[in-house]
C-alpha cells in the first residue's frame, strides 16, 4: 500500500453528495412551486376547488409567475398590497428572482454531468447545449463548492416565497394599513434586490 499517494480531489463520496445536493434542489424548487400554487387557490376563491386546481395543473411555472404578479398587482382583493409602494418593488423583485431561477433550474436539468474524469480526482463537468449562440456549449466545473452555492441560495428564495404568502394571506380583502395619524403606511416583504443571491458572481 502507498501510504504517500496523494488524496483525489474528487472522491466516490462527493459523487454521492452532488446527488443529494441535486435532489435538495429540485425538491426546494417544488416547493416553491407549491407556494405559487397556494397563492394562486387562495386568489382564485374556495368555491369549486377542484376546478381551480385543474387550472393551475394546465399553468406551466412560466405560466404561474405571470399569473401570480398579475393578480397581486391588479387584483382589488389585494388592495392592502396596492396601497404600499415599496412593497410592490419589493415583491417584483422577489418574482423576477423566481423567474430567474426558473431559468437556472431549467438549465441544470437540461445539461449532461460528465463524469469520465472523476476517476482521475477532477470533479463532474456540466455540459449544456445553447440553441442559437456564437457559442453553443456551455461548461462548467459542477465542483462541491457550486453545488452548495445553489442549495443555499435557493433554500434563501424559498424562505422569502414563504414570507410572500404568509403577507398575502394576511392582505386577501384587508383594509388598507394606517398609520396613528389616519395615514397610509408602507410595508415591505422585507426583500432587498441586492441581497438578491441568484445576482452573485460565481
Do not use: C
Not at 504517500?4 to 417544488?30: C, H, K
Not at 412560466?62 to 393578480?71: L, P
Not at 387584483?75 to 415583491?91: E, K, L, N, T
Amino acid at each position: 500500500m502507498n501510504t504517500n499517494s496523494p488524496t483525489p480531489l474528487w472522491t466516490e463520496d462527493d459523487t454521492e453528495a452532488m446527488f443529494a445536493a441535486i435532489g435538495r434542489y429540485v425538491f426546494i424548487f417544488q416547493y416553491i412551486e407549491a407556494k405559487l400554487d397556494q397563492i394562486l387557490l387562495l386568489a382564485y376563491g374556495h368555491e369549486n376547488r377542484t376546478k381551480r386546481q385543474q387550472k393551475i395543473a394546465k399553468m406551466n411555472f412560466d405560466d404561474r409567475i405571470k399569473e401570480v404578479t398579475k393578480i397581486v398587482l391588479t387584483s382589488p382583493d389585494f388592495d392592502r398590497v396596492h396601497a404600499r409602494p415599496g412593497w410592490v418593488q419589493s415583491f417584483q423583485a422577489l418574482m423576477s428572482a423566481v423567474d430567474r431561477e426558473r431559468i437556472r433550474r431549467n438549465e441544470l436539468l437540461h445539461s449532461q454531468y460528465i463524469m469520465e474524469f472523476t476517476e482521475a480526482g477532477l470533479p463532474p463537468v456540466r455540459s449544456r447545449l445553447i440553441k442559437n449562440a456564437p457559442q453553443p456549449v456551455e461548461l462548467e466545473d459542477f465542483t462541491a463548492e457550486v453545488q452548495k452555492r445553489l442549495v443555499a441560495e435557493i433554500g434563501v428564495l424559498s424562505v422569502r416565497v414563504n414570507f410572500l404568502v404568509t403577507q398575502l394571506n394576511h392582505d386577501y380583502k384587508a383594509p388598507p394599513p394606517h398609520d396613528w395619524a389616519g395615514g397610509p403606511v408602507e410595508w415591505t416583504i422585507d426583500w432587498d434586490p441586492g441581497d438578491d443571491p441568484s445576482d452573485e458572481s460565481p
